[in-house]
């Protein structure tokens, strides 16, 4: 079930739109999976701002406006991934460094509130019961990808070669040279499981609301 207001889902994709190319701007390195998988968000709240508008318009506020649930779930479950990193791994490694560090508005923003409203975009205003059950393995493309360009660019040292302050495998958990190969193989596979989890995870609350809801409309 889902709220089908195309005003108020107009409202909400306008100011996720804004907050997230906000923080986007003021720490923007194309080269962290936090910047693109936010980038993907900010794409994808724009696109969706204003076809909510146009369908608004054609169509009045009673209604549903999304895009491809492949394409939804898959920058959805990358936000996931991008806030679960950070707050799981990357959080823990920076403290230990420095215990006296705090979380800046922009850092916020990006490992936070921008998967949040990302989460409540598609629990909130998206028809439910849309997911194929292969989706979450089309959804590993992303971070696939992602993970093939940091190891590629690491043989030719393309970052490092910038001097933009940067370590060459970007992440610390990707660093072959400080780790070792087996270790970052693991951390490979458990991001990628995570990731698959996650997916199947949304997969299977999305059929859960749809059993609930088809039970609700039962009895009515």
Known sequence: MNINNR???????IMAAFISIYAILNDFNIFYFTTISN???FLMFLFLSI???VELKQ????GSTSISPH???GITVAIILTMSVYHFILIPYALSQDPLRRLNLNEIILHYIVPCLTILDWILFD???RFKFYDPMIWTVIPIVYVAFVFVQAIF???????IGMSKYIYIFFDIEVLGKNVVLGNILKLSAFF???GYFIYGIDRIRIKKDEKILEKI
């Open 51 to 53: 076809k909510t508008l």
């Open 39 to 41: 980038l993907l968000c």
């Open 7 to 13: 005003a108020l889902a107009a409202i909400f994709r």
């Open 59 to 62: 169509y009045g506020k009673d």
């Open 157 to 163: 040292n393309f970052v490092y070669n910038l001097n």
């Open 127 to 129: 028809e439910k019961k």
């Open 71 to 73: 394409i939804k779930g």
């Open 196 to 198: 698959m989890l996650v």
